[in-house]
C-alpha cells in the first residue's frame, strides 16, 4: 500500500520578514538541544545549540528560547533571506546511563522564503 | 578543515544484497554517530563510535552494525537488505563524544534497494 510520510509543517515568509520555528521536545531531562538546517541532498547543517541551564542564546540573525517549563525550543531567524529556504530540525539530547550521546530529532519544519 | 566526508554518495542495490557505507570524521574528532532518514521515520540514531567502541546503539536489527578504525574512520554495513532500508545514511562526528557537544553531519550516503 502507499506509505505514510511525515506530514512536515510548512512556514512561509517573506523575504525579509522575520521567521519564528517551533519544536516541542519529548523529554524533560533533556540537557542540550541543537537547532539544525537541512537543505536539499544535503546534510543536517549545525545552526545554534543550548543548554539547558539557559533560556535564550543568540547566534548571526538566529535566536533560540528555551522554555523547559512547556518542554518548548524556537528558533527565531531575523530578516530571512531565500538561502534560508529548507527544512529545519530540532534535536535533543536525553542523557543516557553512560556518556554516550544520541540525539533525537524532531520532524522538521519546511521554510520556504517568498520573494 | 574539511567536514565529514561519506561515501559512496549514491549507492543502488537489490533485495538480500550487502552494503558497506564509509565515513570520515572531521578531523580530530573522535566520535562518530550513523543515522537513517527516511521520508516516514525522519531521522533515526542507529549507533555511536567512540575510540573503536561502540558506545551506543538505536532499535535496529542486528543487520545493521558497524565499526571504527584506530584513525576515527567509520564504516556501518547492513546485511540482507530490505526495501524498506531505502534511505539517506548520514554520519556525524563530534570531538569526544560528549553530551553537550556539537554533532557535524555529513552529505550522506542515499541507498536504494530495488
Known sequence: GESVGLHLPTLSVQEGDNSIINCAYSNSASDYFIWYKQESGKGPQFIIDIRSNMDKRQGQRVTVLLNKTVKHLSLQIAATQPGDSAVYFCAENIPPSGSARQLTFGSGTQLTVLP | ?114
Open chain 2, 1 to 114: 578543515k574539511a567536514g565529514v566526508t561519506q561515501t559512496p554518495r549514491y549507492l543502488i542495490k537489490t533485495r538480500g544484497q550487502q552494503v558497506t557505507l564509509s565515513c570520515s570524521p572531521i578531523s580530530g574528532h573522535r566520535s562518530v554517530s550513523w543515522y537513517q532518514q527516511t521520508p516516514g521515520q525522519g531521522l533515526q540514531f542507529l549507533f555511536e563510535y567512540f575510540s573503536e567502541t561502540q558506545r551506543n546503539k538505536g532499535n535496529f536489527p542486528g543487520r545493521f552494525s558497524g565499526r571504527q578504525f584506530s584513525n576515527s574512520r567509520s564504516e556501518m554495513n547492513v546485511s540482507t537488505l530490505e526495501l524498506g532500508d531505502s534511505a539517506l545514511y548520514l554520519c556525524a562526528s563530534s570531538f569526544g563524544g560528549g553530551t553537550n557537544e556539537k554533532l557535524f553531519f555529513g552529505s550522506g550516503t542515499q541507498l536504494s534497494v530495488l
